[in-house]
């Protein structure tokens, strides 16, 4: 990267998060169906990678990230450790969660990934708790949440929204929409003309619409919303409008069991987010189908490797079971246990 020109350097750096990220999910989804060794449900992202490469981007390195169930992608553009990721994958002692949570329950504090889950919308309420915690002890840090547009329709997306719009929290709110909750298309589901957008602006929340598929632009207004959300100008929400080339979950296409069509997941295809970024950068930068094809072939090799590491990897010993399950009671003659008794009595 040093021998590039200074301005593009950032946008082929979007480029190569993409194409890393790309790289790395296809070669999980080739083994997750051929050697059935990840036993866990896998959301995959490919297809709408630029959303989170973009967003992260526009992040500072101490903003905190959440995701839902289609977690890789957040994980691995905020800075996700990818030898953790995939041995969490395959449920081994050396993953992020120590083989505990599979691909849905992905954490990397030292990245400031707190953490994904499965429950739909779970960690849009946690998010927006993390960013009360941010604006009461007065740090500039802000949250960052994904989620998709299913989880528009669960209740905790209007009570948080509510929340942070009225205490003005440090939070950004960004739906990958990808117009389908598992199989279930958005018009289907919501009256015609229903914008998400708009129901997020009903709350008090600055809402703000994007182009998916255009990294550039996303890397854009994620930048004008983390500011205005840091500035104190209360949460920020971004519908960033893509699609997701897989099923819901697993590795096949969505046509295989009749969900949606063949030619639409082509159409979408059409609009590959990591064609139009080259397209856009090949003007300025000649070089830059060069370093695609190179970057391919290492994040290839990259992913490969972890995946052997993977298999090698001890599971997770009995001893492990219960580890976490409880926290330890503070010794009631440390100052800990007198602050903490002291909270519980203001709280009465």
Known sequence: ??????????????????????????TLADHYRDEQQMRTPTHFSIGQEATPVGMCAAAEP???????????????AKGG??????????????GCARGRGGSVHLIDPAANFAGSAAILGEMISVATGAALAFHVTGRTTVALTFFGDG??????????????????????????NNGYSVASPLRQRQPGGTSITARAAAHGVHALEVDGNDV???????????ARARAGGGPVFVESHTYRWREHVG???????????????????????????????R??????????????????????????????????????LTRGTYGAAPDPRTEEAHAHADVLAGDQ
């Open 1 to 26: 990267m040093s021998d590039l020109p200074a301005e593009i350097d950032p946008d082929v750096d979007l480029v190569r998060a993409m194409v890393r990220i790309r790289r790395i999910e296809e």
């Open 62 to 76: 101490d903003d905190v990230v959440y995701a839902g169930h289609r977690s890789h992608a957040p994980y691995l």
């Open 81 to 94: 450790d990818l030898p953790e990721m995939v041995a969490e994958l395959h449920g081994k002692e050396a």
């Open 151 to 176: 989880a528009t329709e669960e209740g905790v997306f209007a009570e948080s929204l509510n929340l942070a719009a009225l205490h003005r929290l440090p939070v950004v709110f960004v739906c990958e």
């Open 216 to 226: 550039f632009a996303i890397r854009d207004v994620g930048r004008a919303a983390v």
């Open 251 to 281: 590795p096949g296409w969505g046509y295989d069991h009749g969900q949606r069509t063949r030619a639409e997941v082509d159409s979408w295809i059409a609009r590959c987010p990591i064609r139009r970024a080259v397209e856009t950068l």
């Open 283 to 320: 003007g300025v930068e000649p070089r830059i189908d060069d370093w695609v094809r190179g970057w391919e072939a290492e994040y290839t090799a990259e992913i490969q490797q972890a995946i052997r590491r993977a298999k090698a990897a001890p599971w997770p010993g009995v001893s492990e």
